[in-house]
């Protein structure tokens, strides 16, 4: 992504934009920049998009094969994790993109591919979760009797 795409991203009106550096006054504002952050991400970053769809894919096939409920929420909180790395990595990324600008520099590309390997470690695991909690009723679905 580049430098003048993130700056289209920037507060609109000049009283957000002289507020934006200071901690938030009220909840609501709190809240407010943190919907900011996640609309941010489902508009410009294809893989929260895609861990986005996926993750409502799998509450959903949870719903269809009626697992439990301790199930479910580990199922919730593993696509919790795998989106709040998401966030990290573009929060991570527009840091050092703001501090090294167009110009390459090792130490960011370490920065950059070290927050996208949490984001892929954090899918594995979440991957890793899906077949052990859906696969059983699944086999059962097939085959009855069998799981």
Known sequence: MSISSNLQST???KKESKTAWQVAPNLFTS???AWAGILYATKTQRNFRIHLVIGLV???LGVVLHIQA???AVVTV???AVLVMELMNTALESVVDLTVGQTYHELAKI???CAAGAVLISAIAALLVAVFVY???CLELLHPGIA
Do not use: C, N
């Open 31 to 33: 809240f407010r920049y």
């Open 135 to 137: 696969l059983p009723p």
């Open 78 to 80: 593993t696509i919790s």
């Open 11 to 13: 507060p609109k009106s």
């Open 111 to 113: 920065a950059k591919d």
């Open 58 to 60: 799998a509450l959903s």
């Open 70 to 72: 301790l199930e479910a």
